[in-house]
């Protein structure tokens, strides 16, 4: 074993979603349901339910894909314990010109401890290994609400 090689996260972890009752989130998405997150042109409000109706919070486990490798040689970032497939539905609600990014927003929400955008922008890799696929969901809609990720304050 050479000396990098004890500083190199280990390739292999198990670990298994927390359900619902054992997760340690500080909010879940049907505590939220009934928000409504501010339009990023400020022309208007959409409902959280609408959002996830429409599929722009879908969360997944990715327990056997935690670590993601990045553009440099040995170079990985992780571990990321969630998906969320927003399918560019979240672009509405924040502008790249505001004062804090999405990304940012996320990382700063209890629980969570790592936050990578992936796909050009169309799915977040969140590391969260204490919170359920609810809690994640409500972490990225409280990211929504933060009015600092938008240019046009609400």
């Known amino acids: 074993m050479g000396m990098l090689d004890r500083l190199r996260p280990?390739?292999?972890?198990?670990w298994h979603p927390p359900s619902l009752g054992t997760c340690q989130c500080e909010w879940h998405i049907e505590d939220l349901l009934e928000?409504?997150?501010?339009?990023?042109?400020?022309?208007?409000?959409?409902?959280?339910?609408?959002v996830v109706a429409a599929?722009?919070?879908?969360?997944?486990?990715?327990?056997?894909a935690l670590w993601i490798d990045g553009t440099r040689a040995n170079e990985r970032h992780g571990p990321f314990h969630w998906r969320v497939f927003s399918q560019r539905e979240l672009d509405?609600?924040?502008?790249?010109?505001?004062?804090?990014?999405?990304?940012?927003?996320?990382?700063?929400q209890p629980g969570?401890?790592?936050?990578?955008?992936l796909?050009?922008?169309?799915?977040?890799?969140?590391?969260?290994?204490?919170?359920?696929?609810?809690?994640?969901?409500?972490?990225?809609?409280?990211?929504?609400l933060n009015d600092r990720i938008r240019s046009i304050l609400s």
């Open 119 to 144: 796909s050009q922008r169309s799915v977040l890799a969140v590391g969260a290994p204490r919170m359920c696929s609810r809690g994640v969901q409500g972490a990225v809609v409280r990211s929504l």
């Open 35 to 50: 928000h409504e997150i501010p339009l990023a042109d400020g022309s208007g409000w959409v409902f959280v339910r609408d």
């Open 92 to 108: 509405r609600f924040y502008d790249d010109e505001a004062p804090t990014r999405l990304d940012d927003a996320l990382f700063v």
């Open 112 to 117: 969570v401890e790592a936050v990578l955008w």
């Open 55 to 64: 599929g722009g919070l879908t969360v997944v486990p990715t327990p056997d």
């Open 10 to 14: 280990p390739t292999v972890e198990a």
